[in-house]
């Protein structure tokens, strides 16, 4: 079965990085784009970032363009979101999600991972 299993995230202060991973497992990982969704207490969710099977795309949402980069490793079955000069309003539970027609429609997503940024 389809199984995300995502780690990596924590408390973190203004300005500061946090790498986010996610193991995939159960389907062909190469052959399926992936994105990172988050959802920050009280709010729906939101697509940060994408990337197609290749990795010859990605996409970022306007909030963490130039902030985040979206990678994977084929090889190793992994996803990984590098967030770098995280603000307070990065705060929020983080998903892998794996795409289904598009980079905002999804079949599965894992477990999720906090993100906390405050001082």
């Known amino acids: 079965q389809v199984q995300l299993v995502e780690s990596g995230g924590g408390l973190v202060q203004p300005g500061g990085s946090l790498r986010l991973s996610c193991a995939a497992s159960?389907?062909?990982?190469?052959?399926?784009?992936m994105s990172w969704v988050r959802q920050a207490p009280g709010k729906g969710l939101e697509r940060v970032a994408g990337?197609?099977?290749?990795?010859?795309?990605?996409t970022y949402a306007d909030s963490v363009k130039g902030r985040f980069t979206i990678s994977r490793d084929n090889a190793k079955n992994l996803l990984y979101l590098q967030m770098n000069s995280l603000k307070p309003e990065d705060t929020a539970v983080y998903f892998c999600?794996?795409?289904?027609?598009?980079?905002?429609?999804?079949?599965?997503w894992g477990q999720g991972t906090q993100v906390t940024v405050s001082s």
């Open positions: 999600a794996k795409c289904l027609a598009s980079w905002d429609t999804w079949d599965y």
């Open positions: 990337i197609s099977s290749g990795s010859s795309s990605t």
């Open positions: 159960g389907f062909t990982f190469s052959d399926y784009a």
